[in-house]
């Protein structure tokens, strides 16, 4: 019978096994063996600590790491149903789909993980942006070049554990099934997603790269297929739409068909760049480095702001400790900017996004682009900034201090951004509305972080991918769209999720409403 063993060791007990082992050896009988089911950092206090907590069971009653076992056997299958798009979302339903007896048709715009390598390395270093393979574009979206943060709130949507489990079974370390904030890293992701394509077709799926979809097959207001680039069309039961929050040329062809689509909130702000070394010494209370044994430190940071009268949120966005800033536009004459972290977040660098919580009311000027309002909003602030930069991938920027006073930096520090930086000011980037929003959240942060509001910190732009600017509504019991049958809209890209894993469920979700729905047919 299995029992839970907590305990609070210093870094050093909790992350070195051979000390953890001796301190769990001494607290459980020599006839039971344990496990490590959770773990958590807790920094509040000058002395960090890592709470544990630990199954044990007796050495005969060995509970299996996980549950999820890969199929072994093709599906026959009597049905297919078209995905379009090999993110989180379109991989998950792909796989669940086959558990459920129907045939994926995964279809990918961008290359698969490996060939999108050469493209990444054209726009570091050339400059190049390839508008159908690129940090956001290709197998596994914008999640493979990432973090691969895996932490979400949306557990009332699914089911978080099998999520991980299945990324378990396809190579992720064992350790994000315990970690409070679990992450994989850019590094490994890539062979993870490759082998989740590999599990598809073998186990009888069909996954297609390079080719993109530009126009649907509709048929007495029911979705019956897509046509792809080449001509191709391309029919099944139904069409998960899993293409991820930059597809603009989805939403148009939607907006054309007379698709039901809506303009939604989002957030437009900056990637801010700190040494990593200063915030581990302000999350940790340390007074040099960190240590052997602690990660690199995350920080979570919130502030509300008043403009002109209305209230927004400034906050913090998918912090990456130990990490770079890269360049993720999709297009040519746009600059974007996200970040990544490598498994280890062994950078010298740590960066977040700083963003603005933006509402429709905020852009009547765009208001005449109807359910694009949003979507044309975030395309003008990343031309200005391409504008400003140089017109090139060279990312306008200006220290924390300077831009909260109002000078253009005389100079800029080192960054782990490869194609460059110009100091410029940044209130001619950022429309009004959000750099006034973040001059005042600044201060305030620096205060609830001693140190961080610091001209030893910089702003990159412009952060604008934080969400879809889109939803694509759907119905909430069927998730099918609520005027065009046999549509599945889902995951980041049609406003429903928020992340690898949110996505990931969400993509399971669809499929599961595909199988009831249409299966029987």
């Given at each position: 019978m299995t029992s839970i063993l907590e305990l609070t060791l210093t870094p050093q007990?909790?992350?070195?096994?051979?000390?953890?082992?001796?301190?769990?050896?001494?607290?459980?009988?020599?006839?039971?063996?344990?496990?490590?089911?959770?773990?958590?950092?807790?920094?509040?206090?000058?002395?960090?600590?890592?709470?544990?907590?630990?199954?044990?069971?007796?050495?005969?009653?060995?509970?299996?790491?996980?549950?999820?076992?890969?199929?072994?056997?093709?599906?026959?299958?009597?049905?297919?149903?078209i995905i379009v798009g090999a993110g989180p979302a379109g991989l998950f339903a792909a796989l669940r789909l086959l558990e459920l007896g129907i045939k994926p048709i995964v279809l990918e715009r961008g290359k698969d993980v490996q060939a999108r390598r050469r493209d990444l390395a054209a726009i570091n270093k050339e400059h190049v942006v390839n508008t159908e393979s690129n940090y956001c574009f290709g197998e596994g979206g914008a999640g493979t070049y990432s973090d691969g943060k895996l932490y979400t709130r949306s557990k009332k949507r699914g089911?978080?554990?099998?999520?991980?489990?299945?990324?378990?079974?396809?190579?992720?370390?064992?350790?994000?099934?315990?970690?409070?904030h679990p992450h994989i890293g850019t590094n490994k992701l890539p062979k993870l997603v490759a082998d989740l394509r590999e599990s598809i077709i073998r186990l009888g799926g069909e996954v297609h790269f390079n080719t993109k979809v530009t126009d649907f097959i509709?048929?007495?207001?029911?979705?019956?297929?897509?046509?792809?680039?080449?001509?191709?069309?391309?029919?099944?039961?139904?069409?998960i739409l899993a293409t991820g929050h930059s597809a603009r040329d989805i939403f148009h062809l939607l907006h054309n068909h007379s698709i039901s689509i809506e303009a939604k909130p989002f957030a437009l702000g900056v990637r801010i760049e700190h040494a990593q070394s200063l915030i581990d010494q302000v999350q940790y209370h340390c007074e040099?480095?960190?240590?052997?044994?602690?990660?690199?430190?995350?920080?979570?940071?919130?502030?509300?702001?008043?403009?002109?009268?209305?209230?927004?949120?400034?906050?913090?966005?998918c912090m990456c400790p130990g990490g770079f800033i890269v360049p993720a536009a999709t297009a040519p004459g746009e600059l974007v900017v996200n970040g990544m972290s490598p498994s280890r977040r062994d950078s010298r660098f740590a960066n977040s996004g700083i963003v603005v919580a933006v509402e429709l009311e905020d852009l009547q000027e765009y208001a005449h682009f109807g359910p694009l309002a949003a979507m044309e909003f975030q395309a003008s602030v990343e031309r200005k900034a391409w504008e400003m930069g140089g017109k090139t991938q060279v990312a306008p920027a200006q220290r924390m201090v300077d831009f909260v006073e109002g000078r253009?930096?005389?100079?800029?520090?080192?960054?782990?951004?490869?194609?460059?930086?110009?100091?410029?000011?940044?209130?001619?980037?950022?429309p009004p509305f959000i750099a006034k929003r973040l001059q005042m959240a600044f201060k305030e942060f620096g205060k609830k972080m001693k140190g961080?509001?610091?001209?030893?910190?910089?702003?990159?732009?412009?952060?604008?991918?934080?969400?879809?600017?889109?939803?694509?509504?759907?119905?909430?019991?069927?998730?099918?769209?609520?005027?065009?049958?046999?549509?599945?809209?889902?995951?980041?890209?049609?406003?429903?999720?928020?992340?690898?894993?949110?996505?990931?469920?969400?993509?399971?979700?669809?499929?599961?409403?595909?199988?009831?729905?249409?299966?029987?047919?």
């Open positions: 007990e909790a992350y070195s096994p051979d000390l953890l082992d001796a301190i769990v050896r001494k607290r459980i009988p020599q006839s039971h063996d344990y496990r490590l089911a959770k773990r958590s950092i807790d920094a509040r206090s000058r002395q960090v600590k890592v709470n544990l907590t630990l199954s044990v069971f007796p050495k005969e009653e060995i509970p299996a790491l996980i549950e999820y076992h890969i199929p072994e056997k093709p599906v026959q299958a009597k049905h297919q149903a089911d978080v554990r099998r999520i991980l489990e299945i990324l378990v079974a396809h190579g992720a370390t064992h350790e994000i099934l315990v970690d409070a509709l048929e007495n207001g029911e979705m019956k297929g897509v046509v792809t680039e080449a001509g191709e069309r391309l029919k099944g039961i139904a069409v040099t480095d960190r240590g052997p044994y602690l990660p690199a430190s995350a920080y979570s940071l919130v502030q509300q702001t008043q403009y002109k009268g209305v209230e927004r949120g400034v906050f913090s966005f253009v930096s005389k100079s800029l520090l080192d960054t782990s951004y490869q194609p460059g930086l110009k100091s410029v000011d940044m209130q001619d980037v950022l961080y509001y610091t001209n030893e910190a910089q702003i990159i732009g412009v952060e604008s991918r934080t969400s879809s600017p889109v939803r694509i509504p759907r119905n909430k019991e069927t998730l099918e769209h609520i005027s065009t049958s046999r549509l599945f809209p889902c995951a980041e890209g049609a406003g429903y999720a928020g992340g690898i894993v949110s996505a990931a469920m969400d993509g399971e979700r669809c499929a599961e409403q595909v199988a009831a729905l249409y299966a029987k047919y």
